[in-house]
Nanobody, 117 residues
Framework: QVQLVESGGGLVQAGGSLRLSCAASGSIFSINAMGWYRQGPKKQRELVATVTSGGNTNYADSVKGRFTISRDNAKNTVYLQMNNLKPEDTAVYYC???????????WGQGTQVTVSS
C-alpha cells in the first residue's frame, strides 16, 4: 500500500502565501504524475496542478502565475507553493500520485487552506 501525508495547510490573509507538502511512502515502484486537487465549500473537486516525472507542469487557469508545483523524486514528495492567495482559494487540498507500472492513483487525506479577506 501507498501512504501520502500532507502538511502545510492553515489560515492566511488574502495576499499571503502557503507551501503544501505531500510525502509518499510504502509500496512505491515508480511515480509517474503527481499533483493537487482541491474542493471548496459547496464546490466540486477541481484539478489545481500536476507535474509529470519529466517535470512538465500543468495548472488550472485560476491559479496560473500564483501557484507553483514542484517535486523531489528522491524524497517522493510533491510541493505546492501558493502565493497571492485569494479567499476563493479556500478549500481542502488533496495530493495524489500515479504509481507505475499500472498508474494506480493514491490520495492524501487532505489539508485545509483558509484564506481570509
Amino acid at each position: 500500500q501507498v501512504q501520502l501525508v500532507e502538511s502545510g495547510g492553515g489560515l492566511v490573509q488574502a495576499g499571503g502565501s502557503l507551501r503544501l507538502s505531500c510525502a509518499a511512502s510504502g509500496s512505491i515502484f515508480s511515480i509517474n504524475a503527481m499533483g493537487w486537487y482541491r474542493q471548496g465549500p459547496k464546490k466540486q473537486r477541481e484539478l489545481v496542478a500536476t507535474v509529470t516525472s519529466g517535470g512538465n507542469t500543468n495548472y488550472a487557469d485560476s491559479v496560473k502565475g500564483r501557484f507553483t508545483i514542484s517535486r523531489d523524486n528522491a524524497k517522493n514528495t510533491v510541493y505546492l507553493q501558493m502565493n497571492n492567495l485569494k479567499p476563493e482559494d479556500t478549500a481542502v487540498y488533496y495530493c495524489f500520485i500515479d504509481n507505475a507500472p499500472r498508474l494506480v492513483r493514491s490520495w492524501g487525506q487532505g489539508t485545509q487552506v483558509t484564506v481570509s479577506s
